[in-house]
């Protein structure tokens, strides 16, 4: 072959090779792909049990509701409410975030009448109620908060997943988080978080989030039925099985999200309005995929 044909042939390689090179999206491409596709419903309320398992095994069975909500100047408003067992009946986390704001959180205990044992700031980090997650973890992310690097692709049987560094962008993040970075594996078909790794401060692998059972609603929200938090450090997991969701701003009004309607007991099952009731019309998924 000659020479020029040769070179010919080794350009077009490169030029192909190069052309590949730059069709693979950047972290940060990817992200707000996922972020956008994952996009938080602004009215969410959801029924869970959530079962705690030490290391031994041995099971702790807690039936709970969770209510979201995002108002019109982006303040996010969460509200976890226990309803079984007997001795946790009642309990509730109630935190708040304004927008580019720490997040104000607190627990109330129903022997506590009118105080909550606050949670604000830097321990929002810390593990809440026996739990393995922390009031960071409950709540949506936001993307500018943190910066992105792409590492190694991972292929497991047939599917192809990108694996995806976070970090936060700044020292009040890092405080707010407790974590020095964030590892997500995202599914390359649909961008789906099916794992993520929490590292703390000092850089040690802590915890490991694994979501299941995902549902599609509408054309573009995906929700996990089901999330494990397995803490390593700790050897001690939480599962949340969610067993109904319904978007709608009826189930999530604004009085609900205030430390006066908790200690008025407003939020006791008896007392809130079932997700059932005929007189409202909830959402429900487009179409269900099972993961």
Known sequence: MPNSLKSFYLLLLVSLAVSVMAAEPDARTIMKQVHGQQEQHPYIYEEQSMILI???GNRDVRNTRRY???DASEK???LLVFD?????KGVALLASQQKDD???AGIYLPAFDDRMISSDGESSSERFLGTDFSV????PDRYDDFSYKRLEDEVVGEISYYTIEEIPVDNSILKQSGYSKRIHTISKDNLLVFRTRYFNRQGRHIKTLTRHEFKQYGNSLWKPDMILMDNLADQHKTLIKTRERVFSPDYVPPKMFTRQWLFN???MASTVQHIFDNTLTPDKPAQANDD
């Open 54 to 56: 030490d290391k031994e």
């Open 76 to 78: 996010l408003n969460v």
């Open 102 to 104: 720490v997040i104000q």
């Open 84 to 88: 079984s067992p007997e001795e946790v």
């Open 136 to 139: 960071f973890d409950l709540k």
């Open 68 to 70: 979201l909500r995002v």
């Open 265 to 267: 007991h407003n939020h």
